[in-house]
């Protein structure tokens, strides 16, 4: 959990260079206003993911509820990619994959408190 955060929160690096933000997660680039906010945008909000999984982490009655956030934050990333984005696949997938571990772990940590507080 510590690791996935400190990785989701060096999103925030977009909200200063966003055209490189963008180049290193797809491998393309923008030249508009409107995306330079929206990737300033979509960065800050990542990083945010971070801050709640470093959280997390540290606040064991908070656990729960921040680990949720963030899966389901990157169950929707994983999805957005796969569906409309398979293009950017190649470059994105390192981070994909991560993702995934990501989603599969906390299925199982949610799942284990779940039953653990069954048999409580």
């Known amino acids: 959990m510590l690791v ?3 990785l989701t929160f060096t999103m925030f690096y977009g909200l200063f260079a966003p ?3 963008l180049e290193s997660m797809f491998g393309v680039s923008f030249n ?10 979509w960065s800050v909000l990542i990083g945010l993911i971070g801050v709640i999984l470093i959280y997390g982490f540290f606040s064991q009655e908070n656990r729960v509820f921040s680990i949720s ?9 994983v999805s957005l990619v796969l569906l409309y984005g398979q293009e950017f696949l190649g470059k994105a997938g390192p981070a ?12 199982v ?6 039953m653990q507080r069954s048999t409580d």
């Open 4 to 6: 996935s955060g400190v």
């Open 19 to 21: 055209q490189a933000a």
């Open 32 to 41: 508009g206003t409107l995306e330079n906010i929206v990737i300033r945008s």
């Open 69 to 77: 956030v963030a899966a389901f934050s990157k169950v929707i990333f």
């Open 96 to 107: 994909i994959a991560m993702d995934c571990v990501v989603i599969i772990l906390s299925g």
């Open 109 to 114: 940590y949610l799942f284990a408190v779940r």
